[in-house]
């Protein structure tokens, strides 16, 4: 299984358990979910977003869409909107588009975090291709990043 070298790195250096699935290749949420098995509830999907201090990482269920006056509020920013590939697309280059992992911190991005998803035992994630999976607990994921939690999806 070939996760972003920088994430598996990070995850190893800080001890951290974590899993790693191969899937057929796909590309939207839906396909994902169905390619490897998991409820598209249980998976997360990362959604890069601009705002006046630039960008930064909103992380919600698969099956779900991000609220950006909900994402603006927790921010408490006055302008938000989705970021562009062209944007973001330099901070990620070891990922493939669509495929970020949840780890902002390691590409300079504030996360944020929708709650159901906090409230899960365990983050499954896209790992930077459309063919690998990893999963962890949610606790470890929480202590690493310190993402802002709130209800930002609809």
């Known amino acids: 299984m070939a996760i972003v070298q920088r994430l598996q790195h990070y995850l190893e250096e800080n001890r ?3 899993r790693t699935s191969h899937h057929p290749e796909a590309f939207t949420s839906q396909e994902v979910a169905a390619a490897s098995h998991v409820s598209g509830r249980h998976l997360a ?3 890069l977003v601009k705002g006046a201090e630039g960008l930064a990482m909103a992380v919600l ?3 779900r869409h991000v609220n950006l006056g909900k ?3 927790l921010m408490q920013v006055s302008e938000l909107a989705l970021a562009k590939e062209e944007e973001f697309a330099p901070r990620v280059p070891d990922c493939r588009p669509g495929t970020v992992p949840p780890f902002g911190n ?3 991005l504030k996360v944020y975090v929708d709650a159901e998803i906090a409230r899960q035992p365990e983050l499954v994630f896209q790992a ?3 063919e690998d999976m990893a999963s962890l607990a949610y606790l470890h994921f929480a202590r690493l990043v310190q993402p802002v939690v709130g209800d930002i999806s609809g």
């Open 61 to 63: 269920p698969t099956t």
């Open 45 to 47: 999907k990362v959604v």
């Open 71 to 73: 994402l603006k509020a």
């Open 106 to 108: 390691l590409y300079g």
């Open 128 to 130: 930077g291709t459309h």
């Open 16 to 18: 951290i358990p974590y």
